[in-house]
């Protein structure tokens, strides 16, 4: 019993004996999410821990940096920075996003992390940013490698499907979400796109 009701992911917690341990809530979204709480809750239990204990810390936790973190949310727009660098990182963050804001559209802005992982799931990796409206996809950020013939963000944007889709650079970057003006937009990636989420923060404020 997944909901959402103001601002919190709600859920029961059942055991496969059909023992039940209440109503729990926390402040991070998704499937993926309300799983992890899942085992640590179940494991608290295994220990003996006090679950009231357990439950408000549950509901208190905001988070780690850079994970479905929320740095801005007001009337006018929501802005999401997340570290989701694997395509099923991607998708699990993209549909808990939807889960949320079903009726916004979606621009992300995503930086490829390696070469040789761009090569290794190209198609999952397509797969996965067509769940965005739009996209904005970096150049790809080599971290330790050097270049691989024929593996670019062009070729990965060939084979994405959203409806509007565009190489950006980091220069052309902060006028495009200007120009674009999103009601909801993420950054995703696991280079240094971080070092604009300030950035980006300030000039949605203004």
Not at 45 to 68: H, I, N, P, W
Not at 83 to 102: C, G, N, Q
């Amino acid at each position: 019993d997944i909901r959402i009701e103001n601002g919190m992911t709600k859920f029961l917690v059942v055991t496969k004996e059909g023992l039940e341990y209440g109503e729990y809530e926390m402040q991070l979204f998704g499937r993926h999410n309300v799983m992890n709480a899942m085992a640590a809750i179940m494991t608290c239990f295994q220990l003996q821990l006090d679950m009231k204990t357990v439950r408000e810390g549950l509901a208190s936790f905001q988070g780690v940096q850079r994970r479905f973190d929320i740095r801005l949310r007001n009337e006018k727009v929501c802005y999401i920075d997340d570290y989701a660098h694997h395509p099923e990182e991607i998708k699990a963050s993209l549909m808990a996003v939807r889960d949320i804001y079903p009726e916004k559209e979606m621009t992300l802005i995503f930086q490829p992390h390696l070469f040789s992982r761009t090569r290794d799931f190209m198609n999952e990796f397509a797969e996965a940013l067509s769940l965005a409206d739009r996209l904005l996809l970096m150049e790809i950020y080599p971290a330790r490698e050097k270049p691989i013939e024929g593996i670019t963000s062009s070729v990965l944007l060939e084979k994405v499907t959203c409806k509007h889709k565009q190489i950006c650079s980091k220069e052309e970057l902060l006028d495009t979400i200007k120009e674009i003006n999103p009601e909801l937009i993420i950054t995703m990636g696991a280079g240094d796109i971080d070092r604009f989420v300030p950035q980006i923060e300030t000039l949605l404020k203004s």
